[in-house]
């Protein structure tokens, strides 16, 4: 029986002496929230090309006396990311640590070299969440991080809440750290994210970048992003305004919300290809109409509803115009095309070379679900 105590209390204390050897006093950390990823500047005695990475960390403003919080802002240039980081470390006297990070960003010219190199390592570190942001700066990535903009918090701080916002609101997508791996290993689909850019001071949404595989090619300008997205998913919550002005009607306008729509898509073989059509069902609320149309009157609503129907399927198709002309599947539509073939079927077609001549046709169906509590 002593014997089994005497075992007991060693292993007991074994494992406190381990503890203690992987204590982290929070003080002494440094949670990094925010990292940037660009080019380098070009230098001529040297041929590699380099990375310029960025972080943001939090700290106390002891100095402010009122507890608030400001930010630590630190840069390096190296060769890899791992190399950045012991680079960043060796700036600061605090241990960085990734697991609040909550953004990635990545400037323009990287993106357009392609990324994947820089989130496997992401996706590699243990520390860090999968939910982890992706998104790519119209710019340079490190000149928008470092800047600080007085009417709103942190910057990294204010880049996420923006994110959040409007991607609740359906405006750009949530391109987490996983949904981009998962759709930059699936054949069937590219990857996406979306663009800011700083302007007069502030940061705007600047538009949905899309990828070839992990290349960003174009993007989708911020008016379109709606339409964008009713064709890649189905939405519960958007708000859209739509120019009817044309030779017949002058400055008419109507902008809709509570959109809610549906999206399905139908694959059907033709002449040697495919044939895809994708439907869209919406039905929203009219918020301001502005034209000679009278919203009481069921006739009125119903040239509404077809005219929004058209605006929105013309630009859509021109949408799909463009990504079959910059053979950028996002969209997906290689997954549907995927789901009516076997595994040989599929590799046998290559999808990136079929994609730019397959026949897709949009169609939309905007029904008007209220039009406001008003009557005359």
Sequence with gaps: MP???????????????????DQRILEKLGFIQTTSYDLAPDKDDESEQKLLISVTIPRP???????????????????????????????????????????????????????????????????????VKITVVNGNAH??????????????????????KESHSQVIPSTSLYQFTKDYFD???????PIIKEVDGSIKIDGIALFQKDRYIMKIEPKQTLIFAFMRKDIKQGEITVDLTDENRSNEHVTLSSLV???????????????????????????????????????????IERLVSEHVQANAEKLIAAMQRNRVDSLGLGKYIRSTLNYAQWHKLNWR??????????????????YGMFTK
């Design 61 to 131: 403003d002891s100095g402010s006396g009122n507890g608030g919080v400001s930010r630590e802002f630190l840069t390096a240039i190296a060769s890899t990311s791992k190399g950045g980081r012991m680079n960043l470390s060796s700036q600061t006297e605090l241990q960085l640590v990734s697991g609040q990070l909550r953004n990635t960003l990545f400037g323009i010219s990287l993106a357009r070299q392609g990324i994947w190199k820089h989130i496997d390592t992401l996706v590699r570190d243990p520390s860090i969440s999968p939910r």
């Design 3 to 21: 014997n089994l105590l005497r075992l007991f209390l060693t292993v007991a204390l074994l494992v406190f002496i381990a503890g203690c050897g």
């Design 187 to 193: 054949d069937g689909i590219d990857p996406i994210a």
């Design 261 to 303: 729509s549906h999206r399905s898509v139908k694959v059907t073989p033709a002449k040697g290809n495919f044939r895809v059509d994708i439907n869209v069902k919406v039905t929203g609320s009219v918020l301001e109409y502005i034209g000679v149309l009278d919203l009481e009157k069921e006739q009125d609503r119903s040239t």
């Design 143 to 164: 000149d928008l991080l470092a800047k600080n903009y007085p009417s709103h918090p942190r910057t990294g701080q204010y880049i996420d809440r923006m994110l959040e």
């Design 353 to 370: 070379d079929t994609y730019p001549n397959l026949e897709v046709k949009c169609h939309v169906n905007f029904r008007i679900k209220d």
